[in-house]
């Protein structure tokens, strides 16, 4: 994943076919965002089975009395911090939770993508009641003792603690959602690109490309197979081959590109970005327009005087309309069908609302994957920089983790998930 441009999170893909070379200047589902939700079929209405018995954890964060009956962690293991509980065999393991002298140190598990850990929160009291809690019972993490930030890719935790003889420690688990989600889940390591097929008439796009050790970009399919998308040129200047395997990186549309990427003979014009977004969520091929003049008024038949009827975009048009907004050169290579009148339709369209585009839910957010040359020098484009589309995140989903949580008590009295703890041992 990338906060900026922070490294998260790659199976190579092999087809058989005769190289092709072309390029722009030579012709030649799941609705709530880019992956399942592993916590979707899991309650979180009750803490494990809603035990009442504590278990106790000796001064090192060890088990040391549990209900025997019903517990089947074994005695002198780790506490374990556990996300979406809401029976004994539901949820996932976080982390594990261990103490020394005036500390508890959390240590979380490696990818429990797409969540990330937030915040943690630590409260000891003398007795159970003195945690943090609504009138309902129900406790309120915000206003333990202890509130620590933590930082994306952070794998352990030390919080200075004075122990006593009730505790409960809470993690702030989140999903993001939104393109703040997307730029923030996209995969910053090299991936490698390959263009799957080329223009042809009756395309729903320029071509198709095909993602392979990029995360859930390879993981995520819009309908044509895992990593496989519908593509558009973005650069004449550059060419680029069916069926071979490049080096490349992948950017959002909505990231400040590095300046090696842009200008003269490259991305002309990264500025209109916006637009794009907006012209392939509001046009695909088949989508019935009125050719329009390049004044924006409506086409008539000059022999007749007759407004023209309305017509089918190719992908033709739309790749067309792609090139006005993002290249100087306006090429029709590659190209079928097309008509200027068609293409003005798209235009004046995206001009009209497309200006400062943020797409939503349920929407798709364009993605860029640029051929690049080798580890040591990557910052070289070596091939056609394309673009994707890909189905937009949707909403943030927050999450909870306790300690001891698959098997901890639940709060007395409280309606809501979460388990407190003993700290010590009786002799």
Not at 296 to 325: F, K, N
Request: hydrophobic share 35%; charged share 15%; glycine share 12%.
């Amino acid at each position: 994943m990338r906060t900026g441009k922070t490294i998260f999170r790659s199976v190579l893909f092999i087809a058989l076919a005769a190289i092709v070379i072309y390029g722009c200047e030579k012709s030649g589902n799941l609705p709530d965002g880019f992956k399942p939700d592993p916590m979707a079929s899991s309650s979180i209405l009750g803490a494990g089975s809603n035990y009442t018995f504590v278990n106790s954890f000796d001064g090192g964060g060890l088990l040391c009395s549990k209900d025997g009956s019903y517990n089947d962690q074994p005695l002198a293991t780790e506490m374990e911090l556990w996300m979406g509980v809401g029976n004994e065999k539901a949820g996932t393991l976080v982390g594990t939770v261990t103490f020394e002298p005036g500390k508890a140190i959390i240590k979380l598990t490696g990818d429990i993508f797409p969540y990330v850990i937030t915040a943690a929160h630590i409260h000891f009291a003398a007795t159970v009641d003195g945690i943090p809690h609504t009138r309902n019972g129900n406790p309120v993490p915000g206003q333990f003792e202890y509130n620590v930030p933590v930082d994306p890719g952070q794998s352990e935790i030390t919080v200075p603690v004075e122990f006593e003889e009730f505790g409960a420690i809470h993690l702030s688990v989140v999903k993001y959602g939104g393109v703040e989600g997307f730029n923030y889940y996209l995969p910053n390591d090299p991936v490698t690109l390959r263009i799957v097929d080329y223009p042809t008439a009756g395309n729903p796009s320029y071509f198709k490309l095909k993602v392979t050790g990029g995360g859930f970009i390879s993981d995520y399919n819009m309908g044509y197979g895992p990593g496989v998308y519908t593509g558009w040129c973005i650069d004449v200047d550059n060419t680029i081959n069916l069926n071979v395997d490049y080096p490349a990186m992948l950017y959002s549309s909505y990231e400040s590109l590095p300046s090696w990427m842009t200008g003269p003979g490259m991305i002309e014009s990264p500025e209109n970005f916006d637009k794009i977004n907006y012209l392939i969520n509001h046009f695909s091929a088949g989508t019935m327009v009125q050719p329009l003049n390049a004044d924006c008024s409506t086409r008539t038949d000059p022999s007749t005087g007759l407004t023209v009827p309305e017509e089918a975009l190719t992908y033709s048009d739309i790749q067309r309309a792609i090139w006005h907004y993002i290249d100087n050169n306006q090429s029709t290579s590659g190209l079928s069908t097309w008509s200027q009148y068609r293409v003005n339709a798209i235009v004046c369209a995206v001009e009209a609302g497309g200006e400062n585009f943020v797409p939503g839910c349920n929407q798709k957010i364009v993605f860029l994957v640029i051929p690049t040359g080798n580890a040591l020098n990557f910052q070289v484009v070596i091939g056609q920089p394309v673009i994707g589309e890909i189905q937009v995140p949707c909403e943030t989903i927050s999450r909870t983790a306790w300690g001891d949580g698959k098997f901890g008590a639940g709060f007395p009295g409280a309606k809501q998930w979460g388990t407190y703890f003993k700290y010590g041992c009786n002799p």
